[in-house]
């Protein structure tokens, strides 16, 4: 089994930032791609960023150039950069991570998994 651990979410000033983090542990032996999705009330779940293993980022393309994602692949653990946020980019944002885990024995899976989702509130 995997886990990811989201961190960083928050109640932030129309204008300000915040720094999301998710870290993944388990059973892994590779992570792939990972990404940040978003879901606000009343839409349905919707791309923010993803990250290939190579730190190539893809982003939606209304969000460019506010948000940057990255990640960490010694510590398993991508990050979402939000700058410049608006009362619209609030949701409860999402990881998502692509892993090759260690089933046992000679054994291996490829699996989606997702974090519990972190609150980001933008308001004045």
């Known amino acids: 089994q995997v886990q990811l651990v989201e961190s960083g979410g928050g109640l932030v000033q129309p204008g300000g930032s915040l720094r999301l983090s998710c870290a993944a542990s388990?059973?892994?032996?590779?992570?792939?791609?990972m990404g940040w999705y978003r879901q606000a009330p009343g839409n349905q779940r919707e791309l923010v960023a993803t990250i290939t293993s190579r730190s190539i980022g893809n982003y939606a393309d209304s969000l460019k150039g506010r948000f940057i994602i990255s990640r960490d692949s010694a510590k398993n653990t991508v990050y979402l950069q939000m700058n410049s946020l608006k009362p619209e980019d609030t949701a409860v944002y999402y990881c998502?991570?692509?892993?090759?885990?260690?089933?046992?024995?000679?054994?291996?899976?490829?699996?989606?998994?997702w974090g519990q989702g972190t609150q980001v509130t933008v308001s004045s």
């Open positions: 388990g059973s892994i032996f590779s992570v792939n791609a």
């Open positions: 998502n991570a692509d892993v090759t885990e260690h089933l046992g024995g000679s054994s291996y899976g490829r699996v989606s998994y």
